[in-house]
């Protein structure tokens, strides 16, 4: 997999691809990711990179020439998908990282501002991803929170392929509470079926502790859960 990222602040991204799961995909070959400068795409001196709207309102636009110029840099592959990081994007889910996972180029682009001009969506992208209903101040955290769903999933990236089955959201429901020793701590003790060795009930105990919590923190899977829809 290999996945360029074309930003206004490249250096974000930087230090997360040099530590855990990422670090191990790239050092192992599985991942590759390469990040580009946007302003070095830029047609003038002074690497102007964005633009006042047209129609007149608050606000840059980032221009249409730097970024067709930065894309068309890379080498596309006729399976490559171009994303765009934005509010305005579809959700971003599991089963969208699990997709992404399974081909083989990714270009991520970095909006800032007000976004990018239109004909860059309307000729470039072929994919727009929001990171959840709030605003950021660009899409490079959006992109490393996109690299990083992904490389994880990339077959054998984790080390533990079954903790990646296991996750959270690759069921469907949240992930069941978890202890380690000591057996007490601070008064606290770890529940008994835990330490019990009896296979069936721990898997019981874990299934019950997740249809509670998942009750609890997102009544809405559990909803879709009950009524068997799958997730999307
Ligand atoms: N850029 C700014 N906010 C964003 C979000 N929530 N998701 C994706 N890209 C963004």
């Not at 239109?118 to 727009?128: A, N, Q, Y």
């Not at 923190?217 to 559990?222: E, K």
Request: with cysteine; hydrophobic share 40%.
């Amino acid at each position: 997999m290999k996945i360029d990222v074309i930003a206004i602040f490249p250096e974000i991204l930087e230090m997360a691809l040099h530590v855990g799961i990422l670090k191990r995909a790239i050092d192992r070959g599985l991942l590759e990711v390469c990040l580009h400068n946007l302003r070095d795409f830029a047609e003038d001196n002074r690497r102007t990179i964005d633009d006042y709207p047209y129609g007149g309102e608050s606000g840059m636009v980032l221009k249409p020439e730097p970024i067709f110029a930065a894309v068309r840099s890379l080498e596309l592959k006729e399976t490559t998908r171009v994303v765009f990081l934005t509010p305005q994007g579809k959700p971003f889910n599991q089963k969208m990282a699990e997709r992404f996972s399974l081909g083989t180029h990714l270009i991520l682009i970095c909006g800032r501002y007000k976004g990018v001009d239109e004909r860059v969506r309307e000729k470039l992208i072929t994919d727009e991803v929001s990171i959840g209903d709030y605003v950021l101040s660009g899409g490079e955290v959006p992109a490393l929170v996109l690299i990083d769903a992904v490389g994880r999933v990339l077959p054998s990236a984790l080390g533990d392929y079954e903790s990646a089955q296991n996750d959270s959201f690759s069921r469907e429901l949240l992930d069941h509470p978890h202890y380690t020793r000591p057996a007490e701590f601070e008064g606290m003790r770890v529940p008994d079926v835990l330490l019990s060795g009896h296979h069936q009930k721990i898997m019981d105990w874990r299934r019950n502790r997740s249809m509670e919590k998942t009750a609890e923190q997102r009544p809405d899977l559990l909803r879709k859960f009950k009524n068997n829809e799958v997730l999307d």
